[in-house]
Nanobody
Framework: QVQLVESGGGSVQAGGSLRLSCAAS?????MAWFRQGPGKEREGVAR???????NYADSVKGRFTISRDNAKTTLYLQMNSLKPEDTGIYYC?????????????????WGQGTQVTVSS
């Protein structure tokens, strides 16, 4: 069992930046950030493998960067040029799998989420 704890959320104006962190109690190869905006379904934001290969949702490409520190089992999401539509609860997730970018991959471990609010 892996426990995940997010931090770093807050309120910023459009164009600002935030860095989210996710502290994990153990290592899993595939880690990801998801988010859920008000009145919206949860959506994938970014994924990363154990050796640093990444993938991003089109809506955040060029603005967000996912990274990890495997020695600390910590996941990060650097968010730049934030837009109001980025507002939502951001969740860290993890799972051990061969293909981290399989669209049908089920993430087994989830954090409680951290709120990000971007005002215009």
């Amino acid at each position: 069992q892996v426990q995940l704890v997010e931090s770093g959320g807050g309120s910023v104006q459009a164009g600002g930046s935030l860095r989210l962190s996710c502290a994990a109690s153990g290592y899993r190869r595939c880690m990801a950030w998801f988010r859920q905006g008000p009145g919206k379904e949860r959506e994938g934001v970014a994924r990363i493998t154990g050796n640093g290969i990444t993938n991003y949702a089109d809506s955040v490409k060029g603005r967000f960067t996912i990274s990890r520190d495997n020695a600390k089992t910590t996941l990060y999401l650097q968010m730049n040029s934030l837009k109001p539509e980025d507002t939502g609860i951001y969740y860290c997730a993890a799972v051990g799998a061969n293909d981290c970018f399989d669209s049908k991959l089920t993430f087994l471990y989830w954090g409680q989420g951290t709120q990000v609010t971007v005002s215009s």
